[in-house]
């Protein structure tokens, strides 16, 4: 009789592990955007520890409980694609339309390895005292904040490659001008519709940013500005100056930054304007 009542407790323990770390997977993209300069242990990264460790704990409960290798195994997977989900969700803002393979093959990676550590400590840890209970959690909540950094990683390097994108859109715009063309006349367009205002330089000009949606330009009086809209495709905010957030614009306007990346993060400099000040710089 004792031994059936602690097997409905530790599956009822479980269960209500389970039920914990998945409402932190999800609150996980509640607090979005992530911020290029997040420190290194930031509050979704807190989310995502906190989620593995419940998670590692229902599967031991659960052991615990009488739940077979199967089902623990059945578990486990389904934590991996949780966790594949919130993971991959982060690096496009909750945005699935946005959704590419970087980020698909980074958050099944880290979902995998998760659901694997996950489901062999399960299986360890089912006899062991609270000390290696305690080194089991520490190691699921480590390889999730691991996994969620890693992530914030992809995106702050998809907001580099972006902006660099857009610099040489401008590039080609500043060279177009300065060889006695004028700025494209639409008022507001995608960058793929200047092409051939531009003629032989802007056959092989990038026109989407690295989330995989068109860069836009607009027509600004005598000058011009580009822009992407971001991890979530969504107009606004941007700011004159480094942008901590890949939710916010990055902006190139009349020829000069206007909104880019911080990186480093803390660093106040504007990025360089491009081959076109190299020419102009007097020679030493």
Do not use: N
């Amino acid at each position: 009789m004792r031994d059936e009542r602690g097997s409905g407790a530790g599956v009822a323990i479980g269960a209500a592990c389970i039920i914990l770390g998945i409402s932190a997977l999800c609150a996980t993209l509640k607090f979005l955007p992530v911020g290029t300069c997040d420190p290194v242990f930031g509050l979704p990264q807190a989310l995502m520890t906190v989620a593995q460790a419940l998670g590692l704990a229902g599967i031991v409960a659960l052991r615990r409980g009488g739940v077979g290798d199967g089902a623990a195994l059945a578990l486990a997977i389904a934590w991996g694609i949780l966790s594949t989900c919130a993971l991959g969700a982060r690096g496009c803002a909750g945005d699935l339309a946005a959704l590419g393979r970087d980020d698909i093959i980074y958050g099944a990676g880290g979902g995998l390895a998760l659901s694997l550590l996950i489901h062999g400590l399960g299986g360890r840890l089912r006899d062991a005292g609270a000390g290696g209970l305690l080194l089991g959690a520490c190691m699921a909540a480590a390889a999730g904040a691991g996994s969620a950094k890693l992530e914030d990683s992809l995106v702050r390097q998809k907001m580099i490659e972006t902006f660099g994108r857009l610099q040489i859109v401008d590039e080609a715009i500043r060279s177009h001008v300065e060889h006695g063309g004028s700025p494209p006349s639409q008022a507001s367009a995608d960058v793929e519709e200047l092409l051939k205002d531009l003629g032989p330089s802007g056959a092989l000009l990038p026109t989407k940013d690295a989330w995989g949606r068109p860069l836009r330009y607009e027509r600004r009086d005598a000058g011009w500005s580009l822009t992407s809209l971001g991890a979530k495709g969504k107009r606004g905010p941007s700011s004159d100056g480094p942008s901590r957030d890949y939710v916010d614009d990055l902006v190139i306007r009349d020829g000069s930054p206007f909104a880019w990346p911080e990186i480093p993060c803390g660093g106040k400099a504007r990025p360089g304007r491009g081959a076109a000040d190299a020419r102009r710089a007097p020679a030493r």
